[in-house]
């Protein structure tokens, strides 16, 4: 069984996910395939495809930003895609590698069209990574215009001009409306968000979380290597870390209120690492900010540099980084109502607070703080429970089982 996974690039949540999901099937023996859109395009082995692909997918780019800075408002800063024509031709690609399956994964930014989805002649599986696939232009939402549909009459008030995201949504449904996708959701949090999507709430779906190898993660020596790579380690360290925190939906401006209006700032210790937050610089509390992590070693580090890992996302489809902690022994603070729901349990292994309560936040900081103190066996429970529920031998029988039942056509 031979299994071709499709994804914009090799950076993000999504990429890493699936590079994990990659080498846990090839340690089952299967034959796995990764085609980075991004990667391909960039090639000049081939200068007619590099330069046909290449204009193709920055026309497409061009006339987005022309239509939202001149015909559209949508009085947010959330990226958007459009994917109305694809660069390149998919189904010739798929033909040429043969693979039983074709894997879905985070497929935005103008990559492939919705007329390419539908005509990809293999059994199809889609990891929902965002919200994008049953939505218009949007990779999330807090309105219910999936569910309704795309409607003059519930568009949000602060969108203006052409609605971009009704024209999309709808070219959306006419193709996948007729295209039997398999769907697997991270979470509960986005599964449900599915169910009561038009789009897909037919199709059939899989809840099976991001999975991650045990051996790839080690608990250190805290103190110690806080010693040497902290300036203070008699404080309590909290890690906050985002590929992109810059964006509100990572809930870094409700860590900034806990701090400053809530915590006792001679206590704590925040590192940062990722994209540097907007408000970082106005924090007053000590503070490091490490940047980007690319590899394994350096992120492995980090966590355990921590004592508490905080992302307050309000939006997100499973929180890779709750599970990263977890395997290092981490406890995490989250907020309710959110995929975090499907990882974090209350008091156990972190903390939920109130949905967007920074108040909250900060209590289940001091919490967890005090609570490490007093159970010496934490970060071996937290680990335990980590591997237990997310490891790759706890579910990649699942995604294989998933797999042959949709080769063979067997819901």
């Given at each position: 069984m031979k299994i071709l996974h499709i994804i914009f690039s090799d950076e993000g949540g999504a990429a890493i996910g699936l590079r994990r999901l990659h080498e846990a099937l090839k340690l089952k023996k299967i034959e796995s395939e990764i085609f980075y859109f991004r990667e391909f395009i960039k090639c000049k082995k081939n200068f007619l495809l590099y330069i046909s692909s290449n204009i193709l997918w920055w026309s497409q780019k061009i006339l987005k930003k022309i239509i939202i800075n001149i015909f559209t408002k949508f009085g947010h800063k959330e990226s958007i895609s459009m994917n109305i024509i694809s660069p390149i031709n998919y189904q010739k690609i798929i033909n040429k590698k043969k693979p039983d399956i074709v894997h879905l994964h985070w497929i935005g930014n103008e990559m492939i069209s919705a007329k390419s989805i539908s005509n990809i002649n293999k059994p199809v599986i889609w990891t929902m990574h965002d919200m994008w696939p049953f939505c218009g232009t949007e990779h999330f939402v807090n309105n219910n215009r999936f569910s309704q549909g795309y409607k003059g009459v519930n568009r949000p008030p602060r969108e203006r001009g052409i609605d971009l995201n009704k024209i999309i949504w709808k070219l959306k449904k006419k193709y996948f409306l007729k295209k039997r996708i398999h769907i697997i959701c991270p979470s509960k949090w986005i599964g449900d968000r599915v169910e009561k999507s038009l789009m897909f709430k037919n199709q059939k779906k899989s809840i099976i979380p991001y999975i991650l190898n045990l051996q790839e993660w080690k608990i250190q020596n805290k103190k110690k290597i806080q010693s040497k790579h902290l300036k203070n380690n008699s404080k309590t360290v909290i890690f906050f870390s985002a590929t992109s925190s810059v964006n509100h939906r990572k809930g870094f401006s409700y860590l900034y209120e806990a701090i400053e209006k809530y915590l006792d700032k001679d206590e704590y210790y925040l590192l940062v690492a990722g994209v540097k937050p907007n408000l970082f610089e106005k924090i007053t509390i000590e503070k490091r900010f490490i940047g980007q992590l690319t590899s394994?070693?350096?992120?492995?580090?980090?966590?355990?540099?921590?004592?508490?890992?905080?992302?307050?996302?309000?939006?997100?489809?499973?929180?890779?980084?709750?599970?990263?902690?977890?395997?290092?022994?981490?406890?995490?603070?989250?907020?309710?109502?959110?995929?975090?729901?499907?990882?974090?349990?209350?008091?156990?292994?972190?903390?939920?607070?109130?949905?967007?309560?920074?108040k909250d936040l900060a209590f289940g900081i001091d919490w967890i703080k005090i609570k490490s103190k007093k159970d010496s066996q934490m970060s071996t429970k937290i680990r335990k429970y980590t591997n237990k529920k997310f490891s790759a031998g706890a579910n990649i029988e699942k995604i294989i089982l998933l797999y042959k039942k949709n080769l063979a056509n067997v819901d």
């Open positions: 394994q070693k350096e992120i492995n580090l980090a966590y355990n540099l921590a004592d508490i890992y905080v992302m307050p996302s309000i939006m997100e489809s499973f929180g890779q980084v709750y599970i990263e902690a977890g395997i290092c022994g981490i406890p995490s603070v989250a907020f309710r109502k959110t995929a975090a729901e499907d990882i974090i349990q209350h008091k156990k292994n972190g903390y939920l607070a109130n949905y967007k309560s920074s």
